[in-house]
């Protein structure tokens, strides 16, 4: 089992950028696949971008390519998502996961654990 726990949001405005860490406790997060996921009110859990257990071959959603990238240092237990060019509708309660699956996916169903959630807010 692993718990994890997200940081770095907060309030940034258009066209800022913000770092996300997601810190893992108990097992260590090289067993796991990780991915982040976005909530915004009213909407449904949101793919934002998975990594491997290695760090290679990321897989993002299409609204987030070219201006997130997610990363992990298996050594600190702890994955990132740097996210540049912010834009409004990114706005909403990020949470990173684990998941036990070697092959990425996109599906929060494959994702065993779950952060609390950390609030990203981006001004127009």
């Known amino acids: 089992q692993v718990q994890l726990e997200e940081s770095g949001g907060g309030l940034v405005q258009n066209g800022g950028s913000l770092r996300l860490s997601c810190a893992a406790s108990?097992?260590?997060?090289?067993?796991?696949?990780m991915g982040w996921f976005r909530q915004a009110p009213g909407k449904e859990r949101e793919f934002v971008a998975a990594i491997s257990r290695s760090g290679g071959t990321p897989y993002y959603a299409d609204s987030v390519k070219g201006r997130f990238t997610i990363s992990r240092d298996n050594a600190k237990n702890t994955v990132y998502l740097q996210m540049n060019s912010l834009k409004p509708e990114d706005t909403a309660v990020y949470y990173c996961?684990?998941?036990?699956?070697?092959?990425?996916?996109?599906?929060?169903?494959?994702?065993?654990?779950w952060g609390q959630g950390t609030q990203v807010t981006v001004s127009s």
């Open positions: 996961a684990a998941s036990q699956r070697i092959k990425l996916t996109s599906l929060p169903s494959e994702y065993r654990y």
């Open positions: 108990g097992r260590t997060v090289s067993s796991y696949s």
